[in-house]
């Protein structure tokens, strides 16, 4: 079993660009692919990440996905912040059959 | 339009039992694996239980294995998770999610109190 560790938050400002780490605790994060999910106060969550780096239809160019064996660990990154982005952020991969979560970060963006 | 509801929620005593439900709309709904995911009050996503197209292969949580069974009927486009002997720390929303987590439902709250 392995864990999916986030940061707890992080904050910036209209317009620029935030990253969110996702890292792996043992295994390859490379093994498995990594999904990363919005969640906007009170709402279910939205798929705006699948397969490592693939953005579902209707999801703008603004969020991109990465991952990077050398620190064994998946970026979410938000360019060009809008108010509207601002919400918790789930990591996400597969563990043989089962899905593990990271922790959430919420991101505010003032 | 894709579409999952989750219905089936409500106020339970510990011990009790409680049936939840998800319909599902406007794709294939027996050409796709589906997963129940759980959210507490306040806390992060915990994957729940996840079931295959067929229903050939299924799989549990450690929390929740041996009190919760997972089931789909194909020619409903349903998805259902009966759970048995809840405990508090089972009070959550409870949400239906598609395949590898592309489509979700809305939720429906579980709560736990005596």
């Known amino acids: 079993n392995f864990m999916l560790t986030q940061p707890h938050s992080v904050s910036e400002s209209p317009g620029k660009t935030v990253t969110i780490s996702c890292t792996r605790s043992s295994g390859s994060i490379a093994s498995n692919y990594v999904q990363w999910y919005q969640q906007r106060p009170g709402s279910a969550p939205t798929t705006v990440i699948y397969?490592?780096?693939?953005?579902p239809s209707g999801v703008p160019d603004r969020f991109s996905g990465s991952i990077d064996s050398s620190s064994n660990s998946a970026s979410l990154t938000i360019s060009g912040l809008k108010t509207e982005d601002e919400a918790d952020y789930y990591c996400q991969s597969y563990d043989s059959s089962s899905w593990v979560f990271g922790g959430g970060t919420k991101l505010t963006v003032l | 339009e894709v579409q999952l509801v989750e219905s089936g929620g409500g106020l339970v005593k510990p011990g009790g039992s409680l049936r939840l439900s998800c319909a599902a709309s406007g794709f294939t709904f027996s050409s796709y694996s589906m997963n129940w995911v759980r959210q507490a009050p306040g806390k992060g996503l915990e994957w729940v239980s996840s079931i295959s197209s067929s229903s050939s292969y299924i799989y549990y949580a450690d929390s929740v294995k041996g009190r919760f069974t997972i089931s789909r009927d194909n020619a409903k486009n349903s998805l259902y998770l009966q759970m048995n002997s809840l405990r508090a720390e089972d009070t959550a929303v409870y949400y239906c999610?598609?395949?590898?987590?592309?489509?979700w439902g809305q939720g429906t709250l579980v709560t736990v109190s005596s």
């Open positions: 999610a598609r395949g590898r987590g592309e489509t």
């Open positions: 397969e490592d780096n693939q953005r």
